[in-house]
C-alpha cells in the first residue's frame, strides 16, 4: 500500500527550508521487515526528492544530533533529545502550523538572547527587546517575567504553595494567567 504524506507536510519543509533551516528526515522502519528499510527511503526520495541523501533510519532518535525534533510519537527516545522536541500532534492542535511558528519563535528567540548577550547598556537591552517583541505578544509577556522586578518575585515558593490549584500539573489555564494569578 502506498501511503501519501502528512497534509501540509511538503508545504511545511518548504516553509523551514525557506526560513534557512538543514532538515533531515529521521524515521524508524520494523526491525523484522529489512525490505521496509529500502521501501522508506524509496518513497521518501518521491515525495520529498530534495531530502533523499538527508535520511537517518534509527530506533534510537534520542542520539540524533540537531536543534529541533519533530515527531508524532515519544516511545523511541525523542523525549531524550538534547535539543528541543515538538510532539507532533495535529488532532491537539500540534499540527505544521503550529510547528513553524514555533520553530520560528525559537530562531528569534536565539537571535535576541544573542543579541541581548553581547551588551551591557540597559537602553541598548530595551531597543533588542522591543525590536524581537513586534508582532510576538508571548515573547514580550514571557520578557516581561523575567526582567520586571514587580512580576518576578512573585513566582515564590510560597505563594505557590498558597495558590496550590494553580501549580497543580492539570492547571487547565495557560501559563502566563497562571502567573498573574500568583
Not at 140 to 163: A, F, G, H, P, R
Request: aromatic content about 10%.
Amino acid at each position: 500500500t502506498e501511503f501519501e504524506p502528512i497534509p501540509g507536510s511538503k508545504e511545511a519543509v518548504q516553509k523551514l527550508s525557506d526560513m534557512g533551516h538543514d532538515i533531515y528526515i529521521a524515521s524508524t522502519a520494523p526491525w523484522n521487515n529489512p525490505n521496509a528499510w529500502t521501501q522508506k527511503r524509496l518513497w521518501i526520495e518521491k515525495h520529498f526528492p530534495s531530502l533523499k541523501r538527508k535520511v537517518t533510519l534509527t530506533h534510537h532518535k534520542n542520539l540524533l544530533i540537531g536543534d529541533i525534533l519533530i515527531d508524532d510519537s515519544t516511545y523511541r527516545g525523542q523525549k531524550d533529545f538534547k535539543g528541543t522536541f515538538i510532539h507532533f500532534k495535529p488532532e491537539e492542535g500540534i499540527g505544521w502550523n503550529f510547528c513553524i511558528e514555533t520553530v520560528d519563535l525559537l530562531k528569534n528567540f536565539g537571535a535576541m538572547v544573542e543579541e541581548l548577550s553581547n551588551t551591557t547598556s540597559n537602553n541598548e537591552k530595551k531597543e533588542i527587546l522591543e525590536k524581537h517583541g513586534t508582532g510576538c505578544p508571548e515573547l514580550l509577556k514571557l520578557m516581561e517575567y523575567i526582567y520586571s522586578d514587580y512580576k518576578k518575585y512573585y513566582v515564590t515558593s510560597s505563594n505557590c504553595k498558597k495558590k496550590n490549584e494553580l501549580c497543580h500539573q492539570h492547571y487547565l489555564g495557560d501559563l502566563f494567567t497562571m502567573l498573574d494569578n500568583l
